[in-house]
């Protein structure tokens, strides 16, 4: 009966845009998609506190800490008050914490959040979802007292339908979340709470699903793109609809270079999906050199009247992976030079925020990374973006475990009930990224040659591909250190159903297993900085090895002690105790700052053909333990105060094919590169102090040139302050080196004065130490110690306008102001 009507809609709205993409038009004006999304993040109450039941309605949370999300209540800032428990406790730290230091001796607990907020008549009738983009770790939610929903896996992002609960108007409304961070759950340092970003969305009841937007790319040549765009729309009103969807994709210019429409009819209570083609001439194509990315919209409209809209960055790429032509991004070869990582960000704990995530991923590809993986869980959705913008290629990882335990509290008690769920939610969230090239099922699973392991793995793969057909699935499988006597060729179990093999530390068997399956893509999916030569000799020279991926990209708390390089301290089952916090096995430091085996890096990699450090002579009668993660003790530092005439041993790093070295202007050595040196020569120099310099020549010019300089004493402070360029939250963070200098500028590498930090004005400082990891006093103490001449701090600026002095003082030195 009523057809006319429809077609007179539908004629009347096709008159907008007659032709859509082949000629210029305005389109219908469609809803503001920033009124969608709404910050839930300030104001909220928090209590550490595992004996009350905070869910009801009517509480009394007046005497909480007031706190904004993202929060760590593993990580105290340095106004909240600091967590106790028995035994030796200093700052976030006890010796007695039940994770030990696996998880660097941080506590949990349970912790109880409240908050209280108004919705207006603006709001009546809309549907109302809250969206968690991580809670660490059993977490519950209620809304004005009606509990909403329970989730077990601390990084998996989730979402609840408030609307059936809620007050509009006058009446408040109270979310309360509880969670859970109990007993020995994690390998690493998780943290505590809601960590991620909370928002809500509101929208009308005819509307694009969560994560409903889904775009690829079917083809791509440099003359043009070919794009599938397809959208879920839900109709939660009581009648059918008939929908115009309005599809475009906006250049850089806020040109649309692509639109179309199209009618779709959704029921009542039901969805549906609205799958259109659009092309976009002469396309800019997405890729780690050049991250460009357009803009999607989508808007929906009812009977001429605008309903929804919602937008999202795309990158336009095509990937394409096989074990001729290894890893092609746009049909270009691409090796990649991969970092594992852990979510935490040192003094700040496991608090997402989107300042200190680009600041990770800006630091790691300034190194010469272009790929991390997430190990071992799904990461923010912060992190992500910080990868689409700056062109870091990701491999997204599901789990650590499946259903045999690596800690008696972990997810494997959860995985059987929760696995496909969380999985989907991780693809429907990421599945627009483009930097995520992969999705990882897993990591050193120990039943992964098992029957049991093999089933889950086949299903695992199964629903990855049908979620997501455009990305390959990989997995990171180790040799059967866990299964004593297996041999290696029972790997061929856990690889068989995998796009992508991941080979965790097993390098020596990539071409005993090409001979066996010349089909097969490998991948590095964990190495030993001590072996990167070796490994990145293998992804050069076979085609079929994609990459390599290093443990780790940056230090982390927990495992502490795993990439311990110390005296006389031989380490039980790799880890360090107490006060061992940091794991030491970065490329970058806890405060980003590079260590000695990054220079090695930068010269196996060829950004660099020359770099230097120095090794310290071990006392006597002493013995130095190295483990397999870890680096020799280096520093590049000719400072060694009390060393003088003693031998010290010169580790240069070069592919030669000669190196010279003077020692204050005269020659001490000169020596070919041995071939089978892996680019490390090795050279005893007695101390004295002065310059010693490293030339690194083809016998008849010169390559490169390194000089080490001793520095004069203590003088003054320097502030090196560093504002991430991507700041998605508005967090207003700020991170600042404080460096000891000499008289002549030099960072004094020998220098431990302990430094007074003091922030005045629109800005809190958040989180200070230094990149010693048996420092436990660093992270809630405004004094910490220089370590190897820098401290480093964290702050927080308030929102709004404001001037912010940050100073840094010491005893007998000059100190440092800089205004921010």
């Avoid at 502490?560 to 380490?571: E, M, P, R, Y």
């Amino acid at each position: 009966m009523d057809r006319p009507k429809r077609i007179s809609t539908t004629l009347m709205l096709y008159g907008f845009c007659l032709l859509m993409v082949a000629m210029p038009c305005e389109a219908p004006a469609a809803t503001d998609p920033a009124k969608r999304k709404r910050d839930f993040n300030s104001d909220w109450k928090f209590i550490l506190d595992p004996l009350i039941d905070a869910s009801g309605y009517v509480f009394d949370d007046s005497g909480w800490e007031t706190v904004s999300i993202p929060h760590d209540y593993s990580m105290p800032l340095m106004d909240s008050p600091q967590q106790t428990s028995g035994g030796g406790v200093v700052g976030p730290f006890s010796i007695d914490s039940e994770g030990g230091a696996f998880t660097g001796h941080t506590t949990g607990g349970v912790g109880w959040y409240r908050k209280t907020f108004l919705l207006d008549e603006s709001d009546r009738g809309k549907i109302i979802n809250v969206h968690f983009d991580g809670i660490y770790a059993e977490s519950e939610v209620w809304i004005n007292g009606h509990k909403v929903g329970f989730r077990p896996n601390g990084y998996v992002p989730f979402y609840y339908d408030l609307t059936p609960f809620l007050h509009i108007g006058s009446k408040p409304n109270v979310i309360a979340v509880s969670c859970r961070n109990l007993g020995a759950n994690s390998r690493w340092y998780a943290g505590s709470g809601i960590y991620r970003y909370v928002h809500l969305t509101v929208t009308d009841p005819v509307h694009v699903d969560t994560w409903g937007l889904h775009v690829s790319t079917d083809r791509l040549n440099k003359k043009r793109a070919k794009l599938s765009v397809s959208t879920t729309l839900a109709n939660r009103s009581e009648m059918g609809a008939r929908v115009l969807v309005l599809s475009e994709i906006v250049d850089h210019n806020g040109v649309a270079v692509a639109r179309r429409t199209k009618e779709q009819d959704v029921a009542a209570g039901e969805q549906a999906t609205s799958l259109v083609s659009l092309e976009v001439n002469d396309p800019r194509p997405w890729s780690p050199k050049d991250p460009y990315r357009y803009l999607v919209r989508i808007a929906l409209f009812i009977n001429g009247r605008p309903v929804d809209s919602v937008e999202e960055k795309i990158g336009i790429r095509t990937i394409r992976i096989d074990a001729r032509n290894g890893l092609r991004i746009n049909g270009e070869s691409v090796l990649l030079k991969g970092a594992n990582i852990h979510h935490d960000h040192g003094f700040l704990g496991a608090r997402a925020y989107s300042a200190a995530e680009a600041r990770k991923v800006a630091a790691l590809k300034a190194n010469g990374f272009n790929a991390l993986r997430t190990s071992h869980n799904p990461p923010s959705e912060a992190l992500l973006e910080a990868c689409d913008q700056l062109g870091v290629m990701v491999i997204n990882e599901f789990f650590d475990m499946w259903e045999r335990p690596k800690k008696p509290d972990d997810y494997h008690q959860y995985f059987s009930q929760w696995h496909e769920n969380d999985l989907a939610h991780v693809i429907a969230r990421d599945k627009n990224r483009a930097s995520v090239m992969a999705w990882s099922i897993g990591n050193e699973i120990n039943e992964r040659a098992d029957s049991s392991g093999i089933a889950i793995a086949k299903q695992l793969v199964d629903l990855t591909r049908r979620l997501d057909p455009t990305r390959p699935v990989t997995a990171g499988v180790c040799d059967f250190w866990d299964h004593k006597g297996r041999p290696w060729e029972d790997t061929d179990l856990a690889f068989q159903f995998l796009d992508v093999a991941g080979y965790n530390y097993g390098h020596e068997h990539y071409a005993s297993d090409h001979q066996r399956h010349p089909q097969r893509v490998m991948l590095g999916t964990e190495s030993y900085a001590q072996e990167a030569y070796d490994n990145w000799r293998k992804v050069q020279e076979f085609p079929y090895v994609i990459g390599d991926f290093i443990w780790t990209g940056m230090d982390y708390i927990g495992e502490a002690g795993i990439g311990h390089s110390v005296l006389d301290q031989k380490a039980e089952g790799n880890l360090l105790p107490w006060p061992w916090y940091n794991a030491w096995c970065g490329d970058l430091d806890i405060t980003g700052s590079k260590k000695p085996q990054s220079y090695y890096r930068d010269v196996v990699w060829q950004r660099s053909s020359l770099e230097v450090a120095v090794r310290p002579p071990d006392p006597q009668g002493s013995v130095l333990y190295t483990s397999k993660w870890g680096w020799p003790s280096e520093q590049r530092s000719w400072t060694w105060p009390g060393k003088e005439g003693q031998p010290l041993t010169l580790a240069i790093y070069s592919p030669g094919p000669f190196v010279t070295v003077t020692h204050n202007g005269a020659q001490v050595a000169h020596r070919g590169v041995d071939a089978g040196s892996k680019w490390i020569t090795l050279l005893e120099i007695p101390y004295a102090p002065g310059d010693i310099s490293v030339v690194a020549s083809d016998g008849k010019r010169v390559i490169a040139r390194r000089t080490l300089h001793t520095t004069g004493k203590p003088a003054a402070l320097r502030i090196v302050a560093d504002r991430p360029m991507e700041d998605q939250g508005g967090d207003g963070l700020i991170f600042a080196h404080i460096e000891v200098i000499d008289e002549k500028g030099n960072v004094v590498p020998n220098a431990n004065a302990e430094i007074a930090l003091e922030v005045n004005g629109a800005g809190t400082l958040i989180g200070a130490g230094n990149a010693d990891p048996t420092d436990l006093t660093s992270f809630n103490n405004p004094k910490p110690k220089a370590f190897q001449g820098k401290a480093f701090a964290v702050i927080k600026m308030e929102k709004g306008n404001g001037m912010l002095v940050f100073r840094a003082s010491a005893e007998g030195l000059e100190g440092a102001v800089t205004f921010l």
